[in-house]
């Protein structure tokens, strides 16, 4: 916990979005260097605590919980108008959007070597899955976003559905966000395809062409005469969701598919769990109880959950088995989770560090994950309902799956991290935003920096080490319990008792010997050069060859 | 049809009950079938192991892609092991049969690794013990080494099923003589030892010299001294014969209460403060007897209280710390955690699976174990004391601590043969009774007696013993280390805030493996030893997953960087070139599951495992569960 005496600086840089503070008494047990370094994008909530009339060491000041675990409590002397002031300063530059002043991300003026905006291109993915083919074509229809406000301009649909008929589909699917392509198996060409709920609603409405457009993405594999879908909600939950005028595909409607529920929990319940798991480790890791106070937060189990779902997902496809496709309420959120943890199970190019850019970049970003909503960027509102840590959970799962799979991971944990602090920052545009459209509106591309700038131009700092390429490998996580861990490194990281895994013991003898085994290629070559030409030259052979090569100094 | 292929239900040389299901797909049959013309599988004995019992045409089930399969073979008692001698050591690739246990196969049970046998009548699940009535369709096994085996019965014939049967209750239940255990028969029959070079094996402790080393090594000679008084056991059976004591203390001292009451040194650290560990004088009621103990004991505290000892600090085990019932109970618990009989249970069980684990409490224990270590080096390192272990017989608990504070403080301890060593000085030399502990006579009434307690010490350590980690573990051994944090036992505040300035100015520094290496004992480091407790269960394994993954890596390229060296070397010594050695030489690097190299691969195909029980209640987040996720304007849709 952060309970620091102290005077509060604010370094307001060009116009900085980062609090600085400065000791005036130092505690003895703190590093002198201290620097504490907070984005502002990150409060959540500033709060006053105390008031003229509080006595006693530190109640009063301000407290300010941030929405990656942390909470900071700074104590203030009383004297002057110093916690005022810091409040006003504090909360007009933490939440712009309700001064109307611009998020920091188009202040930002920081250029780095790597344009991160060129990472994703939507047209250069799909030709990389062999995209458009037979089967599938793409379509602009949606170019100013009029067939759907919330997906991206460009979509791939079956090449037998026409404009027309997408557009008679989207009047019966949640918020116009018909199914299109995700991702195609690159032999067996079973595909994922994502979409929102059917409009069926507490009648049972049908519609043919929704209908018929379901068997023609099923008919673009001849063979296969079911399709499968995967809602991802409980039963329970998409029953009720009828009374909303929502549901899901029946039977009777839809001969040829065959549909389950994956029983993950919506938005509020995610929220509330991570509330708990907060509750565990802060301000003090809930010790003597751990496992059970672990439990109850419920937090792996819903990983569990949608590993699980993700896992059928990617077998179903991999196994060639049918076609899939999933969907939600609105299929802006655990659709999400969904179709791209599975596409991480299948395709090992997302798994590389410009893979995974991208995966987040298509699935996420550009099919209208309401980053501005969960996250509520520079909104002071934080308590709306609209808040959920649903990209933190998936970064979660990818995070266990990583776990699972040390080496089939270009990127490392950092990697990850980095991503969540500045899925919170707002010093990138590239989480800003509800959907393409508003982005495009705001210029984002042309007014901000991408995240990715700033990962891709120091490449080597994300890496892991034991990273091995392996084409056309399925990975599948083992979704139990036995297997999931609390991330400690990310959820308990501020805790001064939980400190940061030291760098990794196999992974620093790991990296002692690949530089060692560079080391020796390049005396090798070098060797080789010196001896070919003239093999008959004793001199270009040293004399003592013990002098020249540097033995492996540690034991093995 | 002895040990001879794979039949299926409706195939098989006797007409099958109908009740039964036939797990065995057509394509298995074929494959199989063509396996068994090129394989005999013979019983491997061991020199003097003998042949008790045998039941043919028995059925091993095993787990496959969730679904049951079964492998037809003979089942064997032979008076070291319960073996199934079956066709399905198949397909074993190098790495896989090369990491084989030579001795004990895949399909061996040593009869002292059983643990507890199920008979199964009717579908009802029933332990077995003494004499039979009725003889069961299947024997269900389970192993300490927490291996659970299914052994079907139906196409047994009934003779041989009450031969076999009987037979592995009664060698694996009824009492034994000492004399009577296999590993006199053994060593009688195979007689071979080889002398090592000493410097390549693990000190035994068994000679005055060896205990002179250790001294040397931890310059403790300078204040200790090895004595022979116990030399033939003449004063304490219990004692070895050769051990170390302060320099000053009169050896006519130790047979005064059969070496109780005896500060006996364990290891000294660099900065001279040393682990002494003593047994508690017996309990008397007398007042005479009282007062001789007493003036006994000053006599002793006064030798090593005056200099050159630092002051010393008595840690009793037996009453501030865990008792041995605690362990056994938590132990108990904890393994049936991992003795899983089918999916159904492992699915079922894995929704509470932490709340399970936390009512066990072995992993507070473990915790507790590392703290006390911990407790026990700030005493040693911080403030410069000599700490006296003090329990009843200086044997269990003793063992324990000293060697979980070697471990941390002695980096030689380590390594293999330090390691090795250590288990010797303390355990075996030391007088840890494993004969009571491991049961291994199996004498009922001498139930209490059995404590898993070398169990803590392996738990909190992984084994280094392991071939495959190589010589200088020490590497690995932070990231091994069980980890915890607890709530503050029996210590006073002073105590404890020492404990928590010396812990937490260690962990602010980076770790050096070569030197002191604590644990982390914070909640949430505390996990369970996967490779251990995991590597039976087919759920649980992660195909080509694991910390093995990244291990097997580190060895590829430690034999990339030996063989690089090598060619260098050659270069130098010879001009010719060696074109021909490409650089494909990288041995291309099998799959493995994270069960490696413990059991084999279980499953063949690569597909996924997926829960198959369902969501826990909710419980107070019912409401929130039902609300939408956005509230939904559907206008006039």
Known sequence: MSLLRGLLGMELIGISVRLFLDFQEKPASLDSALILDVPLGVISRIEKMGGATSRGENSYGLDITCKDMRNLRFALKQEGHSRRDMFEILTRYAFPLAHSLPIFAFLNEEKFDVDGWMVYNPVEEYRRQGLPNHHWRITFINKCYELCDTYPALLVVPYRASDDDLRRVATFRSRNRIPVLSWIHPENKTVIVRCSQPLVGMSGKRNKDDEKYLDVIRETNRQINKLTIYDARPNVNAVANKATGGGY???????????????????????????????????????????????????????????????????????????????????????????????????????????????????????????????????????????????????DCVWQMSKQFPTAFEFNERFLIVILDHLYSCRFGTFLYNCESAREKQKVTERTVSLWSLINSNKDKFKNPFYTKEINRVLYPVASMRHLELWVNYYIRWNPRIKQQQPNPVEQRYMELLALRDEYIKRLEELQLANSPKLSDPSTSPSSPSQMVPHVQTHF | MLGKGVVGGGGGTKAPKPSFVSYVRPEEIHTNEKEVTEKEVTLHLLPGEQLLCEASTVLKCVQEDSCQRGIYGRLVCTDFKIAFLGDDESALDNDETQFKNKVIGENDITLHCVDQIYGVFDEKKKTLFGQLKKYPEKLIIHCKDLRVFHFCLRYTKEEEVKRIVSGIIHHTQAPKLLKRLFLFSYATAAQNHTATDPKNHAVMFDTLQDWCWELERTKGNMKYKAVSVNEGYKVCERLPAYFVVPTPLPEEDVPRFQGHGIPIWCWSCHSGCALLKMSALPKEQDDGILQIQKNFLDGIYKTIHRPPYETVKTEDLSSNFLSLQEIQTAYSKFKQLFLIDNSTEFWDTDIKWFSLLESSSWLDIIRRCLKKAIEIIECLEAQNMNVLLLEENASDLCCLVSSLVQVMMDPHCRTRFGFQSLVQKEWIVGGHCFLDRCNHLRQSDKEEHQRQLSLPLTQSKSSPKRGFFREETDHLIKNL???????????????????????????????????????????????????????????????????????????????????????????????????????????????????????LLQRHSSKPVLPTSGWKALGDEEDLAKREDEFVDLGDV
């Not at chain 1, 090992?348 to 987040?360: D, M």
């Not at chain 2, 105590?495 to 002191?516: A, C, T, V």
């Not at chain 2, 490409?582 to 413990?598: E, G, I, K, N, V």
Request: charged share 25%; net charge negative; with cysteine.
């Open chain 1, 249 to 395: 595909e029946s039977d009777d409607a839809y001969h040829n598919a065959e549909l389950f529920f994956l029983d993950i929990h919506n938005i509020h319940v995610m929220r509330e769990s991570l509330k708990k798991v907060k509750d565990i480790v802060y301000p003090n890791v809930e010790e003597s109880h751990w496992l059970s106070s672990l439990e109850s937060t419920h937090w792996l189990e819903h990983i569990k959950l949608v590993l699980t779902g993700a896992i059928q997902v990617a077998d179903r496809v991999s196994s060639g088995k049918s076609s899939v496709v999933v969907h939600c309420s609105d299929g802006w959120d655990r659709t999400a989770q969904l179709t791209s943890l599975a596409m991480l199970m299948l395709d090992s190019y997302y798994r590389s560090i410009e893979g995974f850019e991208i995966l987040v970049q298509k699935e996420w970003i550009s099919f209208g994950h309401k980053f501005a909503s969960r996250i509520g960027h520079g909104d002071k509102n934080h308590a709306d309902a609209d808040r959920s840590p649903i990209f933190l959970q998936f970064i």
């Open chain 2, 481 to 599: 280390l069980g980890k915890r944090i607890s709530k503050l036992i029996n210590s006073s505040e002073e105590l404890q805030d020492n404990f928590r300035e010396f812990y937490d100015s260690w962990r602010s520094k980076p770790p050096n493996y070569h030197g002191l290496l604590l644990p982390h004992i914070e909640g949430p480091e505390i996990k369970v030893w996967a490779q251990r407790y995991l590597r039976w269960i087919p759920e649980a394994q992660i195909l080509g997953g694991g910390r093995v993954a990244t291990l097997s890596k580190l060895l590829e390229m430690m034999e990339e960087v030996q063989r690089l060296q090598e060619k260098i070397e050659e270069r130098h010594h010879s001009q010719e070139a060696l074109q021909a050695e490409a650089a494909s030489l990288l041995r291309t690097s099998a799959r493995l599951s994270s069960l490696f190299p413990f059991a």
